[in-house]
């Protein structure tokens, strides 16, 4: 069987069979409207943290304004659905382009810093953003925007998340990818060898913008009501956290953070008075005894694991036949 046919189909069934099981609870209601939008939160903390992930993990860049645009995107898609009342899809593509040039503005000047100048740079932006959205009445100042349509459902979102996590992964994998890696590993380095860094850090940033944005999108067509405290500093520290405890440079680190940090309140909140308590010893414990991340720079691959089950069913049956020949 060809290597990338067979790699492709490892990869989509456990995919389907996954969204299946998924689906199938939440159209027969053993899954209620409670737990569809915690699965849905879960997929657009995926999607920011992937992104985030490009511009921290593989392009060794500190940025800290990444709720901005998420804003950005959210509140575009809103706009173009209450006043031009355009398609869905296309208000969600608009909404990560939208961020996609605010992320090219952003990056021209600010990615020639570095280290804590970037960050707090970068940290600006998100401030400026949410303070022009509280002073603009059209975007509904601080009182929030409100009547947006829901569009967004589970089988959206875990497509998107899907998509964008495999165009990730497999723009990693490429020469672009490389590079990045480069940028990361010694960006004086990479000078010296021909690769324009700053092309490469502004193309990481442009395009965790972009999925950014589509975030926004699909948050703000779910919850239909977006608020500027939403998008303040502490959202870029949540989905920056993704992205450090799940392992800079894992995309699979990065989801199962995601994953596990949006679970992990709510199953506390039976015991509400410890509930933050005992979330953040969480975080420094994890810290501590796994200062890489869940993952660190590792990925998780259905086909490895595969491959893994296959050799030692191989060595399994070659040692039993040749104890029998013994």
Request: proline share 3%; glycine share 10%.
């Amino acid at each position: 069987m060809n290597k990338n046919f067979k790699s492709a189909i490892v990869i989509l069934i456990p995919i389907l069979l996954a969204f299946t099981v998924l689906q199938s609870l939440i159209s027969l209601e053993i899954l209620n409207n409670y737990y569809t939008q915690i699965l849905i939160v879960i997929c657009i903390n995926i999607i920011l943290a992937a992104g985030l992930n490009m511009i921290i993990g593989f392009t060794g860049q500190l940025a800290l304004g990444h709720a901005g645009f998420m804003s950005v995107g959210g509140y575009a898609a809103a706009i173009l659905t209450l006043k031009l009342h355009l398609p869905f899809p296309i208000v969600l593509l608009a909404g990560g382009l939208v961020a996609a040039l605010f992320g090219l503005i952003i990056g021209i000047p600010t990615l020639r810093l570095k280290g804590d100048y970037l960050a707090i740079s970068t940290l600006g932006f998100g401030e400026i953003i949410r303070v022009l959205v509280i002073n603009i009445d059209a975007l509904g100042g601080a009182r929030g925007l409100a009547g947006i349509p829901k569009e967004t459902n589970f089988a959206i979102v875990f497509f998107i998340t899907v998509a964008i996590i495999l165009i990730i992964r497999n723009l990693m994998t490429s020469s672009h990818g490389r590079a990045m890696l480069s940028v990361r590993e010694d960006e004086i380095a990479a000078e010296a060898m021909g690769i324009n860094t700053t092309k490469y850090k502004i193309m990481a940033f442009v395009m965790a913008a972009f999925f950014a944005g589509i975030a926004g999108g699909l948050y703000a067509h779910y919850f239909m009501f977006l608020d500027p405290k939403s998008f303040d500093f502490l959202k870029s520290t949540e989905i920056l956290t993704f992205v450090v405890l799940g392992g800079m440079g894992s995309i699979s680190g990065s989801a199962l953070a995601a994953t596990v940090l949006t679970i992990l309140p709510e199953a506390l909140r039976p015991i509400a008075e410890y509930r933050m308590v005992i979330y953040s010893a969480s975080l420094i414990l994890l810290m501590i005894f796994r200062p890489q991340g869940l993952l660190g720079t590792k990925e998780l691959s259905s086909l490895k694991i595969f491959n893994f089950k296959n050799n030692n069913l191989m060595k399994f049956k070659k040692g039993g036949s040749e104890d029998v020949a013994a």
